[in-house]
């Protein structure tokens, strides 16, 4: 696709590599602690992998947990795990052992699947808010508003609005020259990091991505919130004290995953843009921590703050180690 690709690219070695290949630099400036950060990352990618995995064991075999709240939870869960697939394991090559080669097509992939999860996870977290606006303010109408069918079509949603917002950027990327470096300093292929390169026009990229993003971000949160404020109006108007905070409890995990998520997004979105006098490792090191940690977060707060999940992971953990101790007998 990256039909200028045929200019010579040089590597921080200064070698001549295959023209379709690029480089991702990892951390500039921090390169002697690569092997150390790798260790967090490490693990972070296994949190996540444990958590997330946990989450939708728990929730598939239990029948009490087969609500609109929780198979939202799974789709977060899902996406964690698949943003964390598409970046987890070239970071560590990257860190361990310098591996920053990549190809046009598999930068563009992976820049395409992680704008779009991203994407895809803030339309699910929205979601979650529309759950707990419907529950605290209709909740005799719960069960007849977020039916199965209405939960599998937010699902498509997701999915289709996070990759129809993104699909262009491959193609608008497409048609750039790439005349210079091919050296990315980034630990992933990114956007406007990947924009950056380019010789030519740059513009329609650049308007883009922002329109991109403040559809998501700007949407996203400008709704969230407005449900919350919907939700806080509903609930002091509760005369009992006790009721009140059982209903904002029912929201406090998902107020934690919206802070988690959005806290490091909002962060590097203005910092790549605005803040030219930010230090380019750490631009990087807060593009990394909105990859890594929300994943590995998220199924901790549920599964905290969460008694019925608590509850069941418990159960199932306790039921794995019977049926351990039977086959041992």
């Known amino acids: 696709m990256l039909r200028t690709l045929g200019q010579t690219m040089e590597s921080p070695n200064h070698t001549n590599l295959d023209t379709s290949l690029f480089f ?40 009490a947990l087969h609500k609109p709240v929780y198979l939202f939870l799974c789709m977060l869960s899902t996406i964690d795990l698949a943003a964390s697939f598409s970046t987890v394991p070239k970071l560590l090559a990257i860190l361990w052992c310098g591996a920053g080669h990549i190809s046009a097509s598999a ?16 339309t699910v977290l929205l979601a979650m ?30 999915m289709v609005r996070g990759s129809m917002l993104m699909l262009p950027c491959p193609f608008l990327i497409g048609r750039l020259s790439f005349c210079q470096s091919h050296v990315i300093p980034h630990t992933y292929c990114e956007h406007m990091a990947v924009v950056k390169l380019a010789c030519g026009d740059t513009r329609p990229n650049r308007v883009y991505g922002l329109t991109a993003a403040l559809l998501v971000i700007g949407v996203d949160l400008f709704c969230i919130g407005l449900s919350y404020a919907f939700i806080a109006r509903a609930v002091f108007r509760l005369s009992s ?18 802070l988690i998520s959005y806290t490091p997004a909002l962060f590097s979105f203005f910092t790549h843009r605005f803040g030219h006098h930010v230090p380019l490792h750490i631009h990087i090191l807060l593009a990394n921590v909105y990859l890594l940690f929300p994943p590995a977060l998220n199924p901790m707060v549920y599964g905290v703050k ?19 101790v039977k086959a041992s007998e």
């Open 241 to 258: 004290h006790e009721a009140r905070s059982k209903a904002l409890g029912t929201c406090g995990s998902h107020v934690c995953v919206i």
């Open 107 to 122: 930068c563009l992939a992976q820049m395409f699947f992680i704008h779009a999860f991203c994407m895809m996870e803030s």
């Open 24 to 63: 991702l630099l990892g951390i500039p400036g921090l390169e002697q602690f690569h092997l150390w950060l790798s260790l967090p990352v490490c693990c972070l990618g296994t949190a996540t992998i444990v958590g997330n995995i946990t989450i939708l064991v728990v929730v598939a075999t239990e029948p």
């Open 129 to 158: 808010a529309f759950d707990r606006y419907v529950a605290i303010c209709y909740p005799l109408r719960y069960a007849t508003i977020l039916t199965d069918t209405i939960i599998v079509r937010i699902g498509v949603v997701a």
């Open 306 to 324: 969460t008694k019925e999940i608590r509850e069941k992971v418990v159960k199932v953990f306790q039921k794995g180690q019977g049926t351990g």
